[in-house]
Nanobody, 127 residues
Framework: VQLQASGGGLVQPGGSLRLSCAASGLALSYFAIGWFRQAPGKEREKISC????????YYADSVQGRFTISRSNDKNTVYLQMNNSKPEDTATYYC?????????????????????WGQGTLVTVSS
C-alpha cells in the first residue's frame, strides 16, 4: 500500500497549485482521505478531508474558501486545489487515509485501524 503525494513547488502569493495524492495497492473509493501540512517548527495540522461515504468535505479555517479537495475514483487519486496562496501556506503537505466522518468508519470499520501516509510534498509560497 502506498500513497504518493505530488504537485508541490514554488508559487507566488496569490498563485495556485494542485496537489495530488495517488494510491497504489488501495482502492480510494473505500477510504476517506485527509490532507495535512507541517510548517517548520510547527505541529502537523489537518487542513482538509473528503469522505468516501457521502463525499462530504472538511476545511480548516485557515484554508476555507481558498482550497478545494476533490477525488477521482477512476484515477484512484485525491486532489487539493490551492488558490490564493499565502506565505503562511508554506509547509510540507501530506495525504493520509483518515476518516472524515462517522459514516466513513461505519462503511469501512477496519479501514482506519492503520493510517497510511504519503511521503509529503513541499509547497513554498514566496515572491
Amino acid at each position: 500500500v502506498q500513497l504518493q503525494a505530488s504537485g508541490g513547488g514554488l508559487v507566488q502569493p496569490g498563485g495556485s497549485l494542485r496537489l495530488s495524492c495517488a494510491a497504489s495497492g488501495l482502492a480510494l473509493s473505500y477510504f476517506a482521505i485527509g490532507w495535512f501540512r507541517q510548517a517548520p517548527g510547527k505541529e502537523r495540522e489537518k487542513i482538509s478531508c473528503i469522505s468516501s461515504f457521502d463525499g462530504s468535505t472538511y476545511y480548516a479555517d485557515s484554508v476555507q474558501g481558498r482550497f478545494t479537495i476533490s477525488r477521482s475514483n477512476d484515477k484512484n487519486t485525491v486532489y487539493l486545489q490551492m488558490n490564493n496562496s499565502k506565505p503562511e501556506d508554506t509547509a510540507t503537505y501530506y495525504c493520509a487515509t483518515h476518516a472524515c466522518g462517522s459514516g466513513d468508519v461505519l462503511a469501512n470499520p477496519l479501514g482506519y485501524e492503520e493510517t497510511y501516509w504519503g511521503q509529503g510534498t513541499l509547497v513554498t509560497v514566496s515572491s
